[in-house]
């Protein structure tokens, strides 16, 4: 699951259409945050013009699989935040490193024959 959040308008990189179609192929769902004033288009570095594109991200969440939420306000994006925090669950795997310490130890009894041969000419 990814949470996207922007005001939709693509200025760089990959076509928001291209994304969408990959993250649906991997098995992705994408949730969108829409940020920004709805109805207005302020101009960002006195060269570009940034506006809310709420079509783009209901289109990328739909074909995902995923949902569209607007955020007008910090309190707002936080219930987002916290609505889909509660759909994520955790699951935990155990994972065997015996091996690993195993030959971490190896590499310790190696490198201790060694510097013993190098300071006293003999093996512990």
């Not at 760089?12 to 994408?30: F, K, L, Q």
């Not at 995923?66 to 955020?71: K, L, M, R, S």
Request: glycine letters at 12%.
């Amino acid at each position: 699951m990814v949470v996207l959040l922007s005001d939709g308008e693509s200025s760089a990189g990959r076509p928001p259409e291209g994304a969408s179609a990959r993250a649906r192929e991997e098995g992705v769902r994408v949730h969108t945050v829409g940020i920004g004033q709805r109805g207005s288009a302020p101009q960002l570095n006195s060269r570009q013009r940034v506006g809310l594109d709420e079509t783009t991200l209901r289109n990328i969440a739909a074909e995902t699989g995923g949902e569209y939420f607007y955020a007008a306000e910090t309190a707002e994006l936080e219930r987002i935040y916290g609505d889909l925090g509660s759909t994520i669950s955790w699951v935990e795997e155990r994972t065997e490193v015996t091996a690993l310490v195993s030959a971490f130890g190896a590499l310790l009894l190696v490198l201790g024959g060694l510097l013993g041969l190098r300071w006293f000419q003999q093996f512990p």
